[in-house]
């Protein structure tokens, strides 16, 4: 009972620390892969089979039993995206004079906080930390396409208790309640004619929310040096509280997807082992969020948030090779199949289908310390048209179209500190089991 008090006063503690730890990191892009910088060397390969180590429990909550005894770990990550959009013909001639885009990519960095505590040679409670979602986009102030976006701002914030338990050698199930905050703002030229000069006014939506969802998932390892493991990630339901050019109050319902995320994990000779990831993410669920005026209870000067995306898919390999007892070498490639085609695609986020490159590594420097690092590359897999004429969900009749190149990519980079608290050398008491 003593241990049990103590860990889970230290559980407490450690959610405290960590949610202060994360500050007021702003989150880079719609949704947030980079949630471990073990995984992020791989590209993500086999996290849902615990490929990550215990940043592996924020895609699948089963993965903490992989990890004995009491650890903490803190993950690093630096996003710098390049996005410059420039129009062409075809493109609104009032509009085409005021120039590019520029990079409208913003730098940002997001720590990620895990903890785990292991109760029982079968029970594990654990706490995640982090950004799942996140988009953050700033045009220059003065461009074509600034009737349609300027300052453009998704940012979450997510707490996640988790428990595990091992069922027996080769399975175990976990699951976890999603905490989330959901901040949202979409800013564009406003002002009428005043719209199409370099002067125009900013105006726009913002709004916030706090929505509950939850995380399954399990692990089975078949045979020696075969993991499995597949974790449900809830969608979350928003009711957005806002308002509309700093006047206007404004409700707007939004449900973030659900993903799933399946893993394999294949050792194949004592030191080197090959990781498969496919995950799936239902942005079609998002439709076109309608936005209320408050006061009246109808539809607002703006009347949906224009989206309509596909689902998103997700396919990666890795391989991590164990290259000397304390260094680790990790690299992988993933394809990614974006949920934004040109049927809807708007300067707010021009995304594309996309092609990671990856490489990491990890150093074990104590027996309680080590440190991981990895790196991605992501550039799109094909030509990025932007085309907002009439068909586009974000096209204005009164503004026109708006036709233009996009390039982008991405550099990652992505740290980690992992401690164990306890001492590896002592075993974890097993269950107490009373006989009446």
């Known amino acids: 009972m003593n241990r049990l008090n103590h860990c889970l006063a230290s559980t407490a503690v450690y959610l405290v620390v960590s949610i202060s730890a994360y500050g007021e990191a702003q989150a880079g892009a719609f ?14 390969a086999g996290v849902a089979a615990g490929s990550g180590g215990l940043s592996s429990i924020f895609w699948n909550p089963a993965t903490i039993t992989m990890k004995p005894g009491w ?23 009032f ?44 045009p220059g102030p003065v461009w ?12 979450s914030y997510e707490a996640e208790p988790t428990i595990g338990y091992k069922v027996n050698d080769w399975l175990s199930i976990g699951a976890g309640v999603r905490v989330q905050y959901l901040d949202v703002r979409y800013k564009s030229a406003t002002g009428g004619v005043a719209a199409f000069t370099p002067w125009a006014p900013t105006g726009g939506l913002q709004g916030d929310s706090v929505g509950i969802g939850y995380s399954v998932g399990a ?47 294949q050792q194949i000779t004592g ?28 539809l607002s000067p703006v009347p ?62 104590t027996e309680n310390l080590s440190f991981d690092v990895g790196y991605s590359y992501i550039f799109a897999a094909n030509e990025t048209k932007l085309r907002v004429v009439p068909g586009n969900p974000s096209y204005n009749p009164l503004v026109g179209p708006l036709v233009a190149d996009v390039k982008s990519d991405t550099h990652i980079v992505s740290l980690a500190l992992k401690y164990r608290w306890d001492n ?3 075993a974890v008491p097993a269950a107490v089991v009373t006989r009446y």
Not at 32 to 41: C, K, M, P, V, Y
Not at 275 to 285: I, P
């Open 304 to 365: 949906a948030l224009p989206l309509g995306y596909d689902d998103g898919w997700f396919f990666s390999v890795g391989a991590e090779y164990r290259f000397t007892p304390a260094l680790t070498l990790r690299a992988g490639v993933a394809y990614e199949i974006s949920p934004i085609d040109e049927r809807v695609r708007s300067p707010r986020l021009a995304d594309n289908d996309r092609i990671w490159l990856s490489l990491g590594a990890g150093y074990q420097w």
């Open 31 to 44: 949704a947030l892969r980079e949630q471990s910088a073990t995984g992020q060397g791989l590209s993500f």
């Open 144 to 155: 074509s396409g600034q009737p349609y976006a300027r300052t453009t701002s998704v940012t």
């Open 271 to 298: 030191a080197l082992t090959l990781n498969g990831t496919v995950e799936w993410t239902n942005w079609s669920r998002l439709g076109f969020p309608r936005v209320h005026n408050a006061l009246t209870g109808g």
């Open 424 to 426: 590896p050398q002592v």
């Open 71 to 93: 650890w903490s770990e803190l993950h690093v990550t630096a996003i710098a995206p390049r996005v410059e959009i420039t129009p062409t013909f075809g493109t609104n001639p």
């Open 219 to 265: 692990t089975l390892t078949p045979f020696a040096g075969t993991e499995l493991g597949i974790g449900f990630r809830s969608a979350i339901h928003h009711d957005i509280d806002g308002e509309l050019n700093h006047l206007l109050p404004i409700k707007a319902n939004i449900v973030l997807p659900e993903t799933v995320t399946f893993g394999i994990r």
């Open 95 to 138: 509009l085409l004079p005021l120039g590019s885009s520029g990079d409208a990519g913003l730098d940002t960095v997001v720590p990620t906080s895990y903890g785990s505590i292991q109760l029982t040679d079968r029970l594990w409670i654990g706490l995640y930390t982090g950004a799942p979602f996140g988009l953050a986009t700033k």
